[in-house]
C-alpha cells in the first residue's frame, strides 16, 4: 500500500515527493484548444488540463479536491497523509438571539471548511451575507466579485442593515470593517489571509486568473464558500474548476428557512406490451402510459405497498423496497403524479379513498362523461396525505410533504415535479424524497425517453437510493474526467 503525502496550505494542496501515477491522470479537466496537428483549415480539440497543479507552476485553489484524492486512494488501496498549515479557522456556534432567515446557510459555513451555497433567482446574495454578518459578529468576512458596480450594491445593503460594510476605495487605516466587498486585485490590500470567510457572489468566477490569484494566498486561514444561481448552468470546464475549488459539499436554500431536501431516483422496469404499437404520437401515449395494463398494475401496486407497512415488497420493487424498509417506523405519505386526467381517472377507480389534484380547465377539456366521472372523484375526497395529482395542478399544492412521488406518466424529463416538492422546513431537513419512475421498454423510443428521464434526474442531483448528494456528485465528476497527456 503506497501513501500519497499531501501539503495543504491555505486553499492550496500540492503532493510532496513522488507520486503514484493515478493521481494526475484522474484530476484533470479538458480545455478546448486550437488542433495545431491538423492536415488543413482549423480544428478545435480538447486537451487535458491538471486541476491538481498549473502548467506554469503557480499556486492554485484547489482544495476542494481533497475529498477526491481521499477516494481515489482507498480505490487504489492506497492512503493519503496530510500536512496542514495554518489550520482553517473555526466558527462559533451563532448565539440564539441572532436572526437569520437562512439558518441552513449559517450552519453550512460553520461545519464545512468550503462548499457552494445555492440559491434561487428571488433571493439575493446580500441577504445571504447579512445573515453571514448576524450570526457571525466577530469573524472578518470578505466578499469577493468581478463589479465594482455589484460589490457596492452589496455594501450598501449591508450598511442599510447596520452591518460595517465597505468597498476598497473607503478603506481606513484605523478601522477595519466587519465585512469588506473586493474585487480580487484589491484583496492584497487587506489582510486577506487572516480572514475568518470569503465569500464569492458567483461561484464560477473562481475560474478567472485574477480570483485564482486571490484565493491562493499564502497561509490563509479562511473558509471559502461561492454562491451559484439555481438556474445557471456552467460550461465544463467552469464546473470542473468550481469542483476543484469548492468540492462536492453544497447546500441549496429553496426559500427563508427551506433547504433542497436529499433527493433519490428508482426506475423501475416495465415489460412490453404483448402487441406492437402504433407509431402516431398520441397512440403511443395512450398504450405506452394512460391504458398500459401491466405499468398501471404496478403503479398501483407499488402505492399500495407504499402505504401500507404490513404489505410485503415485491422482488421487482427494488429500491423502493430499500426505501420503504430504511423508513418502516412512520407511514410514508404518497403522491401519484399524472399527465392526463383520464389516466387519473383509471388509477383512482383501483384506489378508493384517493382524492384526485385537478384543474378545472383540465375538466371543462373533456368530454362530457369523463368530465362527471372526474366531478364525482373530487367530491369524495378524504382528509388522506395520500393523493392522485394531475401535473397541471401539481405547482398548486405548494410545499407539499409527500415522501414518495410515483411519475406516472412520460417525456424526456422529470419536470413535472414541481420544485417546491423538493424543499423542507430546516428543521425537517433529513426528510428524504424518493421519486419512482419507470424503464419503459414498450419500443426503443420509449427506452430512450426513460433513459433521457434518468440522465435528467442525475443533472439535477438525484441520485439511486442510498447515494447521498455528496456521494453522487464526487462520482459524477470523477465519472466525467478527460483521458490523454496533461499539458
Known amino acids: 500500500m503506497a501513501v500519497l503525502r499531501m501539503q495543504r496550505n491555505g486553499q492550496s494542496i500540492a503532493p510532496v515527493g513522488d507520486v503514484p501515477g493515478w493521481v494526475f491522470c484522474a484530476l484533470q479537466s479538458g480545455r478546448l484548444a486550437l488542433d ?38 482507498r480505490r487504489s488501496g492506497d492512503s493519503v497523509e496530510w500536512q496542514v498549515f495554518p489550520r482553517i479557522s473555526e466558527l462559533p456556534v451563532p448565539a440564539a438571539s441572532a436572526r437569520v432567515r437562512h439558518p441552513a446557510v449559517v450552519e453550512f459555513v460553520r461545519t464545512h471548511e468550503c462548499g457552494q451555497i445555492v440559491r434561487p433567482t428571488n433571493i439575493r446574495p446580500e441577504e445571504l451575507i447579512r445573515d453571514l454578518s448576524a450570526a457571525y459578529p466577530d469573524q472578518r468576512l470578505v466578499v469577493l466579485g468581478r463589479h465594482t458596480r455589484q460589490l457596492q450594491r452589496v455594501a450598501s445593503s449591508l450598511r442599510e442593515a447596520g452591518i460595517s460594510a465597505e468597498t476598497s476605495h473607503r478603506f481606513r487605516e484605523d478601522r477595519a470593517p466587519q465585512v469588506a466587498c473586493v474585487l480580487p486585485m484589491k484583496a492584497a490590500e487587506l489582510d486577506f489571509a487572516t480572514s475568518d470567510l ?53 447546500v441549496e436554500i429553496c426559500g427563508p428557512n427551506r433547504i433542497r431536501r436529499e433527493t433519490f431516483l428508482a426506475q423501475i422496469e416495465t415489460p412490453p406490451p404483448a402487441n406492437d404499437l402504433p407509431q402516431s404520437d398520441a397512440a403511443f401515449a395512450r398504450r405506452c402510459y394512460w391504458t398500459h395494463p401491466r405499468r398501471n398494475r404496478q403503479i398501483l401496486q407499488l402505492a399500495k405497498t407504499l402505504v401500507d407497512p404490513q404489505t410485503a415488497s415485491a422482488e421487482w420493487m427494488g429500491d423502493v423496497a430499500r426505501f420503504r424498509d430504511g423508513h418502516s417506523r412512520r407511514r410514508l405519505r404518497v403522491a401519484i403524479l399524472v399527465d392526463r386526467p383520464h389516466h387519473a381517472v383509471q388509477l383512482s377507480e383501483k384506489l378508493p379513498g384517493w382524492p384526485v389534484d385537478i384543474s378545472d380547465n383540465a375538466i371543462r377539456r373533456e368530454c362530457g362523461s369523463s368530465r362527471n366521472r372526474i366531478k364525482r372523484l373530487r367530491k369524495s375526497e378524504q382528509p388522506f396525505s395520500d393523493r392522485i395529482v394531475v401535473r397541471d395542478m401539481a405547482h398548486k399544492i405548494s410545499h407539499a410533504r409527500f415522501d414518495v412521488v410515483i411519475w406516472a406518466g412520460g417525456g424526456p424529463s422529470l419536470d413535472a415535479i414541481p420544485t417546491s416538492w423538493l424543499s423542507v422546513p430546516f428543521d425537517e431537513q433529513h426528510s428524504p424524497l424518493l421519486i419512482v419512475d419507470f424503464e419503459d421498454h414498450h419500443n426503443r423510443d420509449a427506452l430512450r425517453l426513460s433513459r433521457r428521464r434518468f440522465s435528467a434526474g442525475l443533472e439535477r442531483d438525484f441520485y439511486s437510493v442510498d447515494i447521498v448528494r455528496r456521494q453522487g456528485r464526487l462520482a459524477k465528476f470523477l465519472a466525467t474526467r478527460v483521458s490523454g497527456e496533461v499539458e
Do not use: W
Not at 39 to 67: C, F, H, M, Q, Y
Not at 217 to 235: E, H, I, N, Y
Open 198 to 250: 470569503v465569500i464569492l457572489l458567483d461561484t464560477f468566477a473562481c475560474s478567472h486568473e485574477h480570483m485564482q490569484l486571490a484565493l491562493s494566498q499564502v497561509d490563509a486561514r479562511f473558509r471559502l464558500f461561492g454562491l451559484t444561481k439555481s438556474d445557471r448552468r456552467p460550461a465544463p470546464m467552469e464546473s470542473d474548476v468550481a469542483f476543484s475549488v469548492f468540492g462536492p459539499d453544497l
Open 36 to 73: 495545431a496537428e491538423a492536415s488543413s483549415g482549423t480544428a478545435v480539440a480538447k486537451r487535458p488540463v491538471s486541476l491538481l497543479e498549473d502548467a506554469r507552476g503557480r499556486r492554485i485553489p484547489n482544495a476542494g479536491l481533497s475529498s477526491a484524492l481521499e477516494f481515489l486512494a
